[in-house]
């Protein structure tokens, strides 16, 4: 019996399946390159809109936080008008008070007049 035996002859069709095989293997890593450079452009983009969401978020939070405090200013500013005006009418009874009581000073400063 004979043993097998390997040819080590490099023949043309050799050639062309090598040839084959690289030029596929090429082709597949371009393709592989490419999806790649895409698939990382839309995660940077994504995480632009992430970060975008998270300050939109936070400009809500801090919109939210604000309704309560600009209504306890309201309710501030509104008292202060109301003990304005009470401190108003108690001057102008004063004034009242005063001008009935006493007689109008006299001028001093005649060049005015």
Known sequence: MTRPAVSWNISLGSILSL????????????QFNTRMEVTEAKLDRLDG???AMDDFERLERQLEDLG??????EQRISAQDATLDRILETLVDIRARLDRRSPPLPNYYPENQ
């Open 68 to 73: 309560p405090r600009l209504r306890q200013v």
């Open 19 to 30: 040839v084959t095989i690289l030029a596929s293997l090429a082709f597949a890593w371009g």
């Open 49 to 51: 809109q992430v970060v």
